[in-house]
């Protein structure tokens, strides 16, 4: 069962991760090196070298070298392939795949074919490093996601702060919760356990005042409520499964849980894990539009909006 569990996490993860090389081309990585022991370090188009510290995302231009006990597990994207890369030997990274400059890569175990497949499929996260300007002035309303996924570990609702003097009601099945205002960018609110899949919905209140209703959620013409899965019993299993599958395949990665989270709809646990990877690799900027694509999930465009602006500028440094 636990085999089975590591296959569909892996495949989830392959799924969003490395199926952009048809739209983003050299933006979206080329491989990932993990498992890594003794001294590895990469350099970004020859440029200062960096101990590689935990596992690392690797995209065109890159190099990356091993001393006398250095060694690392590689990844391909193109082909699914695993490669051992061992002491004193350096590869490049470049638009077709890995090539090794120095050393050999030995041949590893391949990938599951279900990772395989869906690691060739085509994924849109550089599209959202583009925003449509908007030219007329919309009503305030609040906005949230349309289906939210949540558990034990995150039992979190977020949306967009309408401002500092605002607090907010917010109603999950039978079940309210008020909740004070803040100055923070992003509300966020803690619930309880719910059965299965229940409505939700949130107001804004002034003064004590309701002031502004939430904007209607509108499907294919059809206005359709917002709703919350509370995960438990086997399916909660089943997650917590799937992630000590990833945690145990790659170490510390971050990333690679909220790559696993946003396939599951759970994209507040998904937000928080980009969030984290970034905080902890601020180098990797690359790997950014991910979490923009969970902030449009989320609907929390104003963060979107500023974070995207840093990214676009740190591009150009």
């Known amino acids: 069962m636990k085999a089975v569990q590591k296959l569909i996490a892996l495949g989830s993860i392959f799924f969003f991760l490395f199926g952009a090389v048809a739209y983003a081309g050299s933006k979206d990585p080329v ?37 006398k006990y250095g060694e690392g597990r590689i990844t391909n994207k193109l082909t699914g392939e695993n490669f051992m890369m061992g002491p004193n030997s350096e590869i490049k990274v470049t638009a077709k795949g890995i090539h090794a400059v120095k050393g050999k890569l030995k041949k590893a175990a391949t990938s599951n074919q279900l990772a395989v497949s869906l690691m060739k499929r085509f994924d849109k996260s550089q599209s959202f490093t583009t925003v449509r300007r908007s030219q007329s002035k919309k009503k305030t309303q609040i906005d949230a996601v349309r289906e939210l996924v949540v558990y034990s570990d995150y039992p979190f609702v ?16 039978k079940k309210v919760y008020k909740v004070p205002a803040t100055k923070n960018a992003i509300v ?12 939700y919905s949130i107001e804004a209140y002034k003064n004590g005042k309701k002031a502004v209703s939430m904007k209607p959620n509108k499907r294919k013409g059809k ?26 395949e ?51 465009d104003k963060t979107y909006r500023a974070e995207l602006e840093e990214y676009k500028a740190q591009l150009l440094e």
């Open 250 to 300: 790659y170490p510390d990665n971050a990333f690679m849980l909220g790559n696993y989270f946003e396939d599951q709809q759970l994209y507040v646990a998904a937000m928080e894990k980009y969030r984290q990877y970034l905080k902890d690799n601020p180098d990797e900027i690359e790997m950014a539009p991910y979490l923009f694509r969970v902030y449009k999930k989320l609907k929390l």
């Open 223 to 248: 206005i359709e409520p917002r709703t919350i899965t509370w995960l438990e019993g086997s399916e909660q299993k089943k997650l917590s499964d799937s992630v000590s599958a990833l945690q145990k």
């Open 188 to 199: 966020r609110a803690k619930i309880q356990p719910v059965k299965g899949t229940v409505v």
């Open 31 to 67: 491989a990932v090196i993990s498992q890594v022991k003794g001294a590895t370090e990469y350099s970004k188009k020859n440029h200062k070298w960096k101990k590689v510290r935990r596992n690392k995302f690797l995209f065109v231009g890159y190099t990356i070298r091993t001393g």
């Open 158 to 173: 977020v949306w967009e702060n309408l401002g500092k003097q605002y607090s907010y009601k917010l109603t999950v099945g």
